[in-house]
């Protein structure tokens, strides 16, 4: 399965914006996906995932409120709002071939498949 995100761009402090990540050469039909990001000089970091075909959700204390994930039908949205000025980061979808749990869903070695990136720059 490939993953390609899109939808990031130069959004002010206070916006939304929803990110996208298409799946193709396959279906998302079980394991658990996710959001990354990596902030400039820091490493990536979990956000947020979806174990595909149930209401189990996770998300980072950074996000948690603010973001929302879901899936429809081959892809995968994040909903960002009231964004802020410390959420810009390239952000990266992936998939698990995994029902990750609470422990390891941010486990970045968790993840098979990523997509390729998309940065969004948040300005105040």
């Known amino acids: 399965v490939q993953l390609q995100a899109f939808g990031g761009g130069l959004v002010q402090a206070g916006d939304s914006r929803r990110l996208s990540c298409e799946a193709s050469g396959g279906s998302l039909a079980y394991g658990t996906v996710a959001w990354f990001r990596q902030a400039p000089g820091k490493e990536r970091e979990a956000i947020s995932s979806?174990?595909?075909?149930?209401?189990v959700t996770n998300y980072s204390s950074a996000v948690r409120g603010r973001f929302t994930i879901s899936i429809a039908a081959n892809t995968v949205f994040l909903q960002m709002n009231n964004l802020r000025v410390e959420d810009t980061a390239i952000y990266y979808c992936?998939?698990?071939?995994?029902?990750?749990?609470?422990?390891?869903?941010?486990?970045?070695?968790?993840?098979?498949?990523w997509g390729q990136g998309t940065l969004v720059t948040v300005s105040n």
């Open positions: 992936a998939l698990s071939p995994y029902n990750l749990i609470t422990s390891s869903w941010s486990q970045r070695a968790q993840y098979q498949n």
């Open positions: 979806k174990r595909i075909g149930t209401h």
